[in-house]
């Protein structure tokens, strides 16, 4: 029995794939002084034991390979109010760090102020998955942040959405 290849528009898989909600993340490292980030919706858990995360970036990513040099990277889980950082991290070709206020976590790597919690990992594998690498990392180190009163930024069907305007009584 073979198996007929079907061939799959990419503007409809995007469509398709639209149609799953998503966290925001913003992904950063620090190497030579320079810190370096970029926004990630593709951000997923992996094992309980050992804590493990992964991520998937595009091959072609100008942030990513400087983050592999560095070994290592933090997770920054956006909240709703800061779609302005998820714009920024975005964008290539610009200095995205600029203006943006940041702190060190313990493995050395920028931390967001104003997100919900951050990740602190070590990169223990990457693999090619067509034009994209899924990045894994071991955490090492997080923060819950105090945040009863807000909302994470989530993607669904090519824009930002909040759980407030969705929510039932």
Request: proline share 5%; hydrophobic share 40%.
């Amino acid at each position: 029995m073979s198996l007929t290849r079907f061939s799959i528009e990419p503007l409809h898989f995007r469509e398709a794939l639209g149609h799953y909600a998503s966290g925001i993340t913003v992904i950063t490292s620090h190497i030579d002084g320079e810190p370096v980030g970029f926004t990630c919706q593709s951000f997923h858990s992996v094992s309980m034991s050992p804590p493990l995360v992964s991520f998937s970036v595009m091959s072609g990513s100008a942030s990513y390979p400087k983050i592999r040099q560095a070994g290592r990277f933090a997770v920054n889980i956006l909240s709703d109010e800061q779609v302005g950082i998820s714009n920024r991290f975005a964008r290539r070709g610009t200095d995205k760090w600029l203006g943006i206020e940041w702190q060190e976590s313990p493995l050395g790597n920028p931390i967001i102020p104003g997100s919900l919690h951050w990740l602190d990992c070590d990169i223990v594998a990457e693999h090619t998955a067509g034009d994209h690498l899924i990045v894994i990392g071991e955490v090492k180190a997080l923060n819950l942040q105090a945040t009863a009163a807000t909302q994470p930024l989530l993607y669904y069907k090519g824009q930002y959405c909040n759980l407030a305007a969705h929510s039932t009584a």
